[in-house]
């Protein structure tokens, strides 16, 4: 019996074997589709594979929606940096009255005119009435920097100033005549004006800027006048500030506070998409587990160096350069305010720009003479190497700048767009200095750890051995002249190590 029942089942092993390796033979031999070939023969990843790649994709998704977000996370670090030195309220407006130095971390800020900056909640407020000074070049954006309306020469005010009116989101109310009515797509909104300073003796006076600047005034459209608050204009200049964007897993966590304040359709359709693809939901948990946290932390510090990278590497296309013989670059490449290229929007330009950057608006890219603004700016010499803050640079700009208000040059570091702190405080000169001309009426600007000898203090922007900088020329009041090309200047060409 023993032997007969070893036998059966002898025979049984044998017969399953047979119909397995037939089976196997028939799987071989079935038609597969090329993606089922390309997919593992049609069957399930190993765990460990399918678990690796789906790690792998959040943190991909994590990429690119940093990538997508930078412009809002740009904003809220300016509002939570100001709010947090100047207070908050529809009625404070800090202003920079003796100019904004490099104790203000701020991307790539203008010292050259005196800045008013505000943060203004519809959601607290309902509409606002903001009565804009004359003469004031400025925007209003909502959160994701889209610019709601230009002010000023090329806003609707034409300079004359006046009142605008600033709707929420879902504001469905009746709107009186005699304003200039926006409605924002964000409840909150950024308010951003620049004043003009005057000529003074031999250098700039920014007290007519800043007495124009503290004509704004901001109350609720609704209010009777003896509940509107009174304008409250703290001076930031000379303050330490840091106004940057979280640099850790706080930058997740402030993207969810926004996502929640905020109405649903307020976020654009392709940056929601993003922020669902990592767990972000208007009205659902945000609960990562401690391996998605490591992931996220990881994509907060690669997808800026990503960034940084693009930028250093420069476009395939290069149309990102003004000029077929120079170095001088378009921070918006040449695109529309919105980042549009060929009507399609270009994320990765747009993130370049917010990294180091704020604020774009129709003016900056606009060919208006006398009105708009340009801002060429360049991070290589003449010789296509990188500035580095240990050498000595020379800057000929050709006589008489297309520039109807002024212009301005300024260096910056070029990771953040951050002011290079220096004894200097200030590194940048303008048109509203007495600097030496050359006899043609040309003048020479230089760069460098230390001033070379014979050169004038107003002539030279002091730089940092061991960093890198870039250098921006502002042309406020754009002429004619730097959208022809008839005036061009001249690269920064280095004249020592």
Same mark, same amino acid.
Request: with cysteine; glycine share 8%; aromatic share 12%.
């Given at each position: 019996m ?32 090329p ?11 190993s ?11 959040y ?48 991307p ?8 008013? @900056? ?9 509409p !606002? ?9 400025? @925007? ?18 034409? =300079? ?59 109350y ?10 009174? @304008? ?14 979280? *640099? ?19 976020i ?35 997808a ?22 120079? %170095? ?12 549009? %290229? ?23 890219? @606009?060919?208006?003479?006398? =009105?708009?603004?340009k801002y ?9 190497k ?8 020379? !800057?000929? !700009?050709? &006589? ?10 300024? &260096?910056?570091?070029i ?8 004894? %200097?405080?200030?590194p ?8 030496? +001309? ?12 230390? +001033?070379?000898?014979?050169? &004038?203090?107003?002539?030279?922007? +002091? ?29 920064? *060409? %280095?004249?020592?190590?």
């Amino acid at each position: 019996m023993k032997k007969n029942g070893f036998r059966i089942r002898l025979l049984a092993s044998t017969v399953l074997i047979s119909c397995l390796a037939s089976t196997a033979a028939m799987a071989a031999d079935a038609p597969m589709s090329p993606l089922m070939k390309q997919l593992n023969s049609g069957n399930w990843l190993s765990q460990q594979e399918a678990h690796s790649l789906s790690d792998e994709l959040y943190y991909q998704d994590a990429i690119q929606t940093y990538i997508a977000t930078l412009p809002l996370m740009n904003t809220i670090g300016l509002r939570d940096g100001s709010e947090a030195a100047f207070g908050s309220g529809y009625n404070v407006l800090p202003i920079w009255k003796q100019r904004m130095d490099s104790r203000a971390v701020v991307p790539t800020p203008n010292g050259d005119v005196i800045y008013s @900056m505000s943060y203004l909640d519809l959601k607290k407020t309902g509409p !606002l009435v903001v009565k804009a000074p004359a003469n004031v070049i400025g @925007m209003f954006t909502d959160f994701f920097q889209q610019t709601i309306t230009d002010v000023g020469a090329i806003g609707p005010d034409r =300079a004359r100033g006046g009142l605008y009116l600033l709707l929420p989101p879902d504001y469905e109310g009746p709107i009186p005549q005699g304003y200039y009515a926006f409605k924002s797509s964000t409840n909150n909104v950024f308010l951003f004006f620049r004043t003009i300073m005057a000529k003074g003796d031999g250098k700039p006076d920014p007290a007519p800027a800043v007495k124009n600047a503290e004509t704004t005034r901001i109350y609720p459209l609704w209010d009777v006048e003896k509940d509107v608050k009174p @304008m409250k204009f703290p001076d930031a200049s000379g303050k330490r500030v840091t106004m940057m964007y979280p *640099v850790d897993n706080d930058y997740w966590m402030k993207l969810k506070e926004f996502v929640e304040y905020e109405p649903l359709t307020a976020i654009p359709a392709e940056t929601r998409s993003a922020l669902l693809s990592i767990g972000i939901v208007k009205g659902k948990p945000f609960n990562p587990t401690e391996a998605q946290q490591a992931l996220l932390k990881k994509a907060v510090e690669t997808a800026p160096r990503m960034i940084l990278a693009r930028r250093q590497m420069g476009r395939d296309d290069q149309r990102q350069l003004y000029y077929k013989d120079r %170095q001088w670059e378009n921070s918006w490449a040449g695109a529309t305010a919105e980042w549009m %290229q060929f009507g399609t929007l270009d994320k990765n330009q747009r993130a370049a720009f917010f990294q180091i950057a704020y604020s774009s608006a129709s003016a900056m890219v @606009m060919h208006t003479t006398g =009105a708009g603004s340009k801002y060429p700016y360049t991070s290589h010499d003449k010789d296509g190497k990188f500035l580095e803050g240990g050498n000595s640079y020379k !800057l000929h !700009l050709p &006589a008489n700048p297309p520039a109807d208000l002024f212009w301005a040059v300024t &260096a910056y570091n070029i990771t953040d767009g951050t002011m290079p702190e220096t004894d %200097q405080l200030l590194p940048s000169t303008n048109g509203y200095y007495d600097i030496p +001309k050359n006899k043609d009426g040309s003048i020479d600007l230089w760069f460098g750890p230390s +001033k070379p000898d014979g050169v &004038a203090d107003n002539a030279f922007i +002091k730089t940092i051995a061991g960093r890198n900088f870039l250098v921006a020329l502002r042309l406020y009041g754009t002429g004619d002249g730097f959208y022809d090309q008839t005036w061009i200047p001249d690269d920064l *060409v %280095q004249v020592s190590k």
